[in-house]
């Protein structure tokens, strides 16, 4: 406590040392506390007012300092500037932000003008209740506060030694007595969103100490209208708008021009017949709302609703009677309304003071609710109350019955729609039928439909008439033509449907005056009277068109659904169709599921599921076939048809066939079946096993031809020949033709021997022999010579690889003599003209030195193991060895030729090699073509281009 007066004084002193010495002319300070209705529970604005003598200076200001007295702490400074005046009295409000009882609060003011600053008066104080309190108290309590709002609440101790608990919210301290809550915007303990409660809890006391606030809004109340409903007085009226959330004694209070009224509840005013104002205003704890209004109320007259209504109704109108309560009423132009069921009446009535209306239009037998409201005429403000009264229409005759026909079987079936309440204008007593077929009228009970009549006998159209009867009597009678087998060379086909219902279309028939008809009955539903339709009045297009919806189809059922045209005599038919509004599985199985075998398959067959238990559109058949002993699904097939071939091997099969529909499938219908084995099977097998080896051995053969050298080289390769040891001989006879028609022939040896020698390298000896002439003869011709003899010994290469000494001249002739091309040629065993006709036997052909000349073209080769090339031209082609002895008019083609077993003149010695065979060009001009040989190597004697044998050679081997 002595620090804080020492630090006050502190404070005074360097004050008064800032100032200059201005006389304080501050006068009659007085502090106080805003009075309010609820400022005892916690006061919030103090109060501060003073006089100052001094008006020298227009304008001045003031410093005025708000401090906590017992901790001397500064909680407010402001400088304020005020306008001197006469009276130099000033006031000045400061709201805290805590209760003001919380603790003492002292105020100082100085002034400042233009030219000085006085000093300070001395405190003046507002004293709290901390200083006398003698209880415990919480500030603020029992106080309203705007939702939202940040309120400090404080707790008075009773003693400067009392203590809070420690889980109190009252945290700081601001006097010895005195503690506050930190600011929050929602209060502690919330009972509800507009009330709270607030405790202090002191330690070693009983009982807490504490306070209840509440929250809400200001009034919101709006659109305030004043009107007069009596022509004498003006009632008023507003709107809440936003609640205010306070109720009892802290909710809005209400004045109208000055008088309290309660919500829209005010006493009535006086009616003035001119512009009036009125004003409302709407207060509560946390502000106040006005609100006016302005207008002339002899032009806002709102009627009260009419008295003592009644009625008088008749079929087809009625007149409602009332009367008013307020006279004033009487002399007043009007116009009223009438309401129907819950419509405006079309039609709006007016005149002065009226009390009455017909209404006409109405349906026979029919009830309504009338309700009657009117309103000012001339000036119009608002319909008035309404007044209400219920009545019902008297009976009158029935409209006509819709009827329609349905054919079963043997007879014809007359049916008709009951008729609605609307339609029947009363309570139906029945129904009257004529037809032209009998004399007297046909009465039917009230709640009969459906009326049987025998057609079988009939071959012309019938006319029905049909009329329903109420008390009021008949109905206009409904005119029916039923026609004889309408449905005569009509097809039916299938729809589908649309959305459980059917959409059905058909084209516009010329000569329909009435309209269409659209018939609908379940297929296999043989009930009599079971057909519904539906009649169109008229197409808007070229293509008609109706929705049938699903309401009126059972699902799973098969409905037929027909179209006929409205005409001037019986209907037509133009179109019938068949099909299922909602699809299901089918109920049952295919009937008679029969197989039988025939050859290697097995027809099976069976008939479909019986009509009424398809339940939908059969799309096809599943057929699943199963091995009976190993249980495994051979194959599963669909197909439309009801029956289907199958191939199957012999042994014992389980056939299951299944219905199925666009939702699923029908019940298993199973059959069994042996499938044995035929003698045809049997044939059949082995002619296709046997066909099958015979393409394989074809296919086979025809490979290895095609590819015969390929495997001969594979599986027969050449092996070349050792050289023949020992001595041996050989003999041949070398024939030249000469002139004047003889041929001059020469026999020649040629020995082996076991050592060559140096004029003899390959260990050959050329020996001629004498040379006798013959007269000249074809060369192949079979020509007997004297010296010749059969070879006991033939060998084709006695010298492999032999190397002649020389090459051997082959003269060209340009004309041809004997071509050979692309063919292999049997050669004969060559023999002396003693002892020819060997066996036949190939050979490659051998290259001929005789007189004839050879011609060679289109390719050159060499001459084999020879030491010295002759160039040869020859085409790309192997050709076979002529056979020698005979005609050269032979064409041979195709074949491969061993080397002929002879010797003869030419002593052929012959090689292992294939060459391309030149073409001989000789008189015969046969063709060979395509085939190879191998090309021996000749050993013939050197010849000139005279086709004469050289003397000096002759004798010597030679190579060709």
């Given amino acids: ?50 006089t100052d003598e001094n008006n020298e200076f227009e304008k001045v200001s003031y410093d005025i300092e708000i401090i906590h007295t017992e901790q001397m702490r500064t909680v407010h400074f402001e400088n304020i500037h005020v306008k001197a005046e006469k009276s130099s009295h000033y006031h000045w409000k400061w709201t805290s932000p805590i209760p003001l009882q919380c603790t003492s609060h002292s105020v100082r003011l100085r002034r400042r003008d233009q030219l000085r600053i006085s000093e300070w008066t001395s405190y003046l104080t507002y004293t709290g209740q901390d200083q006398n309190s003698l209880t415990s108290q919480v500030y603020p309590r029992n106080q309203v506060f705007l939702i939202g709002s940040n309120i400090t609440f404080c707790c008075i101790l009773k003693t400067e030694k009392a203590s809070l608990n420690n889980l109190s919210k009252f945290v700081i301290r601001i006097s010895n007595r005195t503690y506050i809550t930190e600011t929050h915007k929602d209060p502690f303990s919330r009972t509800s969103e507009y009330f709270s409660d607030v405790d202090c809890e002191v330690k070693n006391e009983k009982s807490s100490s504490g306070a209840s606030v509440f929250f809400g809004y200001p009034p919101d109340d709006q659109n305030l209208t004043c009107i007069t409903r009596d022509l004498s007085s003006v009632e008023c009226q507003w709107k809440l708008g936003r609640k205010t959330q306070l109720y009892g004694t802290r909710a809005t209070n209400y004045t109208l021009n000055g008088r309290k009224c309660e919500f829209n509840r005010c ?59 307020v006279t004033e009423y009487a002399s007043l132009l009007m116009i009223c309304q009438v309401m129907l069921n819950g419509n405006i009446y079309n039609k709006t009535f007016s005149g002065k003071g009226l009390a009455s209306v017909v209404l006409e239009h109405l349906q026979p037998f029919t009830k309504y609710t009338a309700k009657v409201s009117c309103g000012s005429h001339e000036h119009f403000f608002q319909w008035g109350d309404w007044s209400e009264i219920t009545f019902t ?58 009326y049987s009549i025998a057609s079988e006998n009939e071959k012309n159209n019938q006319i029905i008439k049909l009329s329903a009867k109420n008390s009021a009597g008949l109905s206009p009678p409904s005119v029916l033509i039923v026609p004889h087998d309408p449905g005569k060379g009509v097809s039916i086909s299938l729809i589908n449907s649309t959305n459980g219902g059917f959409e059905v279309f058909w084209k516009i028939y010329p000569n329909s005056t009435c309209g269409y008809v659209v018939e609908w009955f379940p297929t296999y539903n043989k009930t009599q009277c079971a057909v519904d339709w539906k009649k169109i009045p008229e197409c808007i297009e070229d293509l008609c068109q109706t929705w049938i919806p699903p309401v009126e189809f059972k699902a799973g059922e098969r409905y037929t659904i027909s179209v006929f045209a409205c005409t001037n005599g019986a209907p037509v038919l133009l179109q019938r169709s068949e099909g299922y509004a909602i699809e299901q599985e089918p109920q049952g199985t295919v009937q008679n599921l029969h197989g039988q075998q025939n050859g290697r398959n097995v027809e099976l067959s069976w008939k479909e ?85 015979t393409l394989v051995f074809i296919i086979i053969t025809v490979l290895c031809y095609r590819k015969r050298e390929w495997l001969k080289d594979l599986l027969y390769p050449d092996i070349p020949e050792p050289k023949l040891a020992g001595k041996w001989t050989t003999q041949g006879i070398y024939c030249t033709q000469m002139t004047e028609g003889y041929v001059k022939c020469e026999i020649q040896e040629v020995h082996g021997s ?68 692309d063919s292999y040629l049997p050669a004969s065993k060559f023999a002396q003209p003693v002892c020819h006709s060997e066996q036949d036997s190939y050979l490659p052909a051998p290259k001929f030195v005789q007189p004839l000349s050879i011609a060679v073209e289109d390719t050159y080769i060499f001459a084999p193991t020879s030491g010295k090339t002759t160039p040869i031209h020859v085409e790309d082609t192997y050709l076979p060895a002529p056979k020698f002895g005979q005609a050269p008019s032979i064409h041979v083609e195709d074949t491969h030729l061993p080397a002929p077993k002879s010797v003869q003149q030419f002593s052929i010695l012959v090689e292992d090699t294939y060459l391309p065979a030149p073409k001989f060009v000789q008189p015969s001009n046969n063709l060979v073509q395509d085939s190879y040989l191998p090309a021996p190597k000749f050993i013939q004697p050197n010849f000139a281009q005279n086709n004469v044998i050289d003397k000096n050679t002759a004798g010597k081997p030679q190579s060709a």
């Fill in 1 to 50: 406590m002595s620090v804080w007066l020492l630090s006050a004084l502190l404070v005074s002193l360097i004050e008064l040392a800032e100032q200059d010495g201005l006389p304080l002319s501050i006068r009659d300070v007085k502090v106080s506390e805003e009075k309010t209705e609820t400022s005892k529970d916690g006061a919030w604005v103090l109060n501060v007012e003073w």
């Fill in 267 to 325: 006493d009535p005013l006086e009616l003035k017949k001119q512009i009036t104002n009125w004003t409302l205003i709407a207060r509560n704890a946390l502000g106040e709302k006005i609100v006016t209004d302005t207008g002339d109320p002899t032009h806002r007259v709102w009627l009260k609703a009419p008295h003592n209504i009644s009625h008088a109704a008749h079929a087809r109108n009625a007149t409602v009677h009332w009367s008013w309560s």
């Fill in 393 to 450: 229409t008297k009976e009158d005759i029935p409209e006509l019955v819709d009827v329609w026909i349905q054919y079963s079987e043997n007879h014809t079936y007359i049916q008709w729609k009951p008729l609605s309440h609307q339609q029947s204008h009363g309570i139906i007593s029945g129904y009257k039928l004529t037809m032209n077929t009998i004399k007297s009228p046909v009465n039917i009970g009230a709640n009969e439909l459906c």
């Fill in 609 to 693: 599921v019986a009509l009424d238990q398809q339940k939908g559109i059969i799309l096809g058949y599943k057929v699943k076939i199963t091995h009976s002993e190993s249980k495994k699904v051979i194959k599963t097939i669909e197909t439309k048809a009801c029956e289907v071939i199958l191939p199957l091997d012999p042994g014992s099969y389980i056939f299951t066939v299944r219905a199925f529909t666009s939702v699923g499938e029908s019940e298993d219908a199973i059959l069994t079946m042996n499938v044995e084995t035929t003698i045809d099977q049997m044939l059949a097998a082995t002619l296709v096993g046997c066909s099958a080896a």
């Fill in 754 to 821: 076991d050592h060559p020698t140096s004029e003899n390298p390959h260990g050959l000896d050329h020996h001629c022999s004498k040379k006798p002439l013959f007269p000249a003869q074809p060369l192949y011709y079979n020509t007997t010579f004297p010296c010749a003899k059969k070879l006991t010994s033939i060998i084709e290469n006695p010298s492999y690889n032999l190397t002649t000494p020389g090459p051997v001249d082959v003269v060209q002739t340009s004309k041809p003599l004997l071509e050979m091309q």
